[in-house]
């Protein structure tokens, strides 16, 4: 029974991965849309949207929905889904927090309103999804989170219980319960959260975009916004082709460099790894044992997580998280060959039946992180402009939540949400370079550390800890 995660990769780890296409699964298919046009010329509009990931596809779907006669526009630099709503594992948690306990530590006092609002979200985005007639392969499984080691078994009970007491029913299972739902020698524990569901991201961000169009927005790709300034009593935003005068703008930009400066500090791009198996035959699925079709994830602090994907791929991603010098998001990282060797072992280590089997993709993509680990809000310009980033990686749900509350300030009206700790505060800025890059890659390699000791976190971790700043899954 193996008692750590591989280290290095392996030559089976290789063999798996090594005739991958370089491509997200989501996104190398054939009925992927055909890219809308640009924006040409100079346009006037009540609401600009930029970013075409959930975030602003979202806001979109909103700012039509609430009223029909808002003129409402939105521009993507790329395609609809390019970035990060179009690479992740289609997870479409509950969670607003990054996790129950990310939200205990940040906000005790509003968990209990988090959590109710987070699963309000989870119905409204699963209702609207039928409403607009989106197609995005929802399964309303739960997930599954494991410990693939005794020590982990502990963290995950007082999680149950921590959960109960702000009004989140988990369901914790022993070594023998969660092998029923999971064959894996790995498995010795697990608790089952009922509030997530899964999708296929790429498809309901081109759903979102084909509703918004239904719903009178004009939506434009290949169309990045390059200024963006006060005129008068509205703000204008160039493009490479034209403009935009909007009386509001939200900004949902993610990972790329914001463009409002003051907020440039409050994120970083973090790289995520991810493959795609070929479509497992029947008897491969038989000797899992994965018939209830959970999401997973483990519980380590650095941390996979994996599905099955409507067609019966499984996605595996996770475990290590990459920060380059410089906020660098060259697409050069896109494809980290050694990354997802490794991650093809520790597939094999939890499935060791899949011995054989092929990875059909692999890719990378960046994730908008910041020093809180959820979503923030900024308003600038008088009002006239907001900002929702900080998702890290938990957004296809979140970003649902982020958006209606991004329009309830672009708006200026008072909500449950607008009223919310969470919302009215910020995160701790990074440090400049190179402090920054010397900070992140000294804390990737210490929560290493702190897994190879059994969870026994060193003196950076705690320090971490006790200023705010430490994080684990």
């Known amino acids: 029974m193996n008692d750590r995660w591989a280290e290095h990769p392996t030559e089976r780890g290789i063999a798996m991965v090594a005739h991958a296409r370089p491509a997200p699964y989501w996104l190398d298919r054939p009925d992927r849309p055909a890219a809308r046009d640009r924006l040409v010329g100079d346009h006037d509009t009540d609401l600009l949207v930029v970013g075409g990931g959930f975030t602003g596809l979202w806001t979109a779907v909103h700012a039509a929905e609430r009223d029909p006669g808002r003129r409402v526009v939105l521009v993507e630099g790329g395609r609809i889904a390019d970035g990060a709503s179009g690479r992740n594992g289609g997870f479409c948690s509950a969670s607003l927090t990054h996790g129950l306990g990310n939200g205990l530590d940040r906000y005790p006092d509003e968990m209990p309103e988090l959590l109710a ?160 198996t070929e479509p497992l035959t029947e008897a491969q699925l038989d000797a899992l044992g994965w018939s209830g079709r959970e999401g997973l994830a483990d519980a380590g602090n650095r941390f996979h997580y994996f599905r099955l994907t409507a067609d019966n791929r499984i996605l595996f991603g ?22 997802f060797a490794l991650l093809a072992e520790h597939l094999l280590q939890i499935f060791p039946q899949l ?66 700790a969470m919302v009215r505060s910020k995160p701790l800025p ?19 550390r702190a897994d190879r000791r059994q969870g026994r976190r060193g003196v950076w971790l705690r320090t971490l800890d006790a200023i705010g700043l430490g994080f684990d899954s």
Not at 161 to 173: I, K, P, R, Y
Not at 318 to 339: L, V
Not at 430 to 448: D, N, S
């Open 355 to 420: 011995e054989g089997i092929r990875a059909s993709h692999t890719w990378g993509g960046v994730i908008d992180t910041c020093s809180r680990f959820n979503a923030f809000w900024d308003v600038a310009m008088g009002g006239r402009v907001v900002s929702v980033l900080g998702f890290t990686g938990l957004g296809v749900g979140a970003s649902h939540f982020g958006a209606a509350t991004a329009l309830d300030l672009a708006d200026g009206v008072d909500t449950p949400r607008t009223r919310l």
């Open 318 to 339: 996770g475990y290590d998280a990459f920060y380059f010098y410089g906020s660098d998001t060259d697409p050069r990282h896109e494809q980290r060959p050694q990354e």
């Open 430 to 448: 990074f440090p400049p370079e190179p402090v920054r890059w010397a900070g992140i890659t000294l804390t990737r390699r210490e929560l290493g």
């Open 117 to 276: 609002m987070g699963r309000e979200t989870l119905t409204a985005i699963a209702t609207t999804m039928r409403r607009l007639g989106i197609d995005a392969d929802l399964e309303h499984t739960g997930e599954l989170n494991l410990a693939n080691f005794d020590w982990q078994t502990d963290g995950l009970a007082e999680m149950v219980t921590d959960g109960l007491l702000v009004g989140q029913s988990l369901e914790l299972l022993d070594a023998d319960a969660a092998r029923t739902r999971v064959q894996s020698p790995m498995v010795r524990g697990a608790y089952h959260d009922p509030d997530t569901m899964l999708v296929d991201p790429a498809k309901l961000a081109w759903g979102l975009a084909d509703a918004a169009e239904r719903l009178g927005v004009r939506v434009y790709e290949h169309t990045a916004v390059t200024e963006l300034r006060r005129s008068g009593d509205a703000v204008r935003a160039r493009t490479g082709y034209g403009s935009v005068r909007a009386d509001r703008v939200v900004l949902a930009t993610a990972a790329s460099t914001p463009l409002l400066r003051r907020l440039r500090h409050l994120i970083v791009p973090v790289w995520d790894y991810v493959l795609v």
